[in-house]
């Protein structure tokens, strides 16, 4: 009686967003840039305490689904998002059930997963800096066989309603950055589907090292230093990331200088830098991202995210989106507050 009366009353309901990158994909895992901004869809968890367990109930779509698994223990052949619960409550070292309802779109790479595992930490009571929570939000993900960067989780945890965020993740900051006036963000979705865990992200991440074994860290290197590399892949992996954080940098200024005609240019020229020098389009998405800067109002567009596949992301001019005809799903979003803990009952003092 007591404890079913404790479940009422202890409870804590957190929520976290999805992300959209605007420029510099593939730099988080080697201390580089990036300016991504949170979505205002959201995953909204509801934890109340459970004994030695982890029950999930999720609602999707008018649909639910319940599943169950103990707090420790082999989860490897458990669906991901029982693996990362259960990797979250043992860190966390709180049974607990948890109710997940989420409008984020799934497997488009805009970070459903990431919400979720940011959403299950803070509604599970995790606390710390927001690298702290994304740190463990990243080993949830890894032991769930995806090897992710922290792009994902502190875009979810530090996202600010009508900005972007310039992340660092050298040297660990954040700070807003406006997007100049009068201009829309456009997300195409292009329908290809591929998950990150299964993709080549892991090989991408190994060309890198490869290099940074020989020229030093990435984020610090310059392109006089890519002649070192006698390896010619590494080469221009290495390449992709040198540049793609200059153009992080660039297109943090051009957004302060409301210049949104250089910050498309940027977008465009990362495009190319991931398509060619990191391979990691498609030639769907490619030819999505040439389509869309033909059309009037475009300043740019480019993929984003992991890659091969997912969405693209357009920096228009307001109201350009209204004439685009491209048989794609599409939405235009502002940049949405951050993750929150939204009510907290089960703090010390009602223990
Ligand atoms: C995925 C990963 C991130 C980041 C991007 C590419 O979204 O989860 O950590 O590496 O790809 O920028």
């Known amino acids: 009686m007591q404890a079913s009366l404790d479940a009422e009353v202890h409870r804590r309901t957190a929520s976290a967003p ?31 305490p459970l004994e030695a367990r982890v029950a999930v109930t999720t609602s999707l779509e008018g649909k639910q689904y319940f599943d169950e698994v103990a707090l420790s223990g082999d989860a490897s052949s458990l669906p991901a998002h029982l693996q990362l619960a259960q990797f979250l409550a043992h860190s966390s070292a709180a049974g607990a059930s ?6 984020v779109p799934v497997g488009a790479g805009l970070s459903s997963s990431a919400a979720y595992c940011v959403a299950v930490a803070l509604a599970l009571g995790i606390s710390g800096s927001p690298w702290e929570i994304a740190r463990i939000c990243q080993a949830a993900e890894a032991a769930a066989g995806a090897n992710v960067g922290l792009l994902d989780q502190i875009a979810a945890l530090c996202g600010s309603a009508n900005n972007a965020v310039l992340i660092d993740f050298t040297a660990e900051t954040t700070e807003n950055v406006t997007l100049p006036a009068g201009t829309e963000l456009i997300i195409v979705d292009s329908g290809e589907r591929r998950s990150l865990a299964n993709s080549a992200y892991g090989e991408r991440r190994a060309a890198c090292e490869q290099a940074e074994e020989v020229i030093g860290p ?15 892949v ?5 390449r992709h990331v040198i540049s793609e954080n200059l153009r992080v940098r660039q297109a943090a200024i051009a957004a302060k200088a409301e210049d949104a005609q250089s910050f498309g240019l940027l977008m465009n ?22 389509r869309l800067r033909s059309e009037a109002g475009i300043y740019g567009a480019r993929m984003t995210g992991g890659g091969f596949g997912g969405c693209i992301i357009a920096l228009a001019e307001h109201g350009a989106a209204a004439r685009l005809d491209l048989n794609c799903t599409m939405w235009v979003v502002a940049p949405s507050a951050g993750a929150s803990i939204d009510s907290d009952d089960m703090g010390p003092t009602s223990r």
């Open 269 to 290: 020229d990362s495009h190319e830098s991931l398509s060619s020098d990191f391979s990691v389009s498609t030639p769907g998405i490619d030819a999505l991202c040439h």
């Open 234 to 238: 590494v080469q221009q992996r290495a």
């Open 218 to 232: 990435l984020s610090r290197a310059s392109v006089t230093d890519l002649t070192a590399l006698k390896d010619l």
């Open 98 to 103: 948890l109710s997940v309802t989420s409008t």
């Open 18 to 48: 999805g992300r959209v990158n605007l420029i510099g994909d593939h730099t988080d895992y080697t201390g580089g840039l990036a300016l991504p901004a949170a979505l205002p869809w959201r995953t909204t968890v509801v934890a109340t």
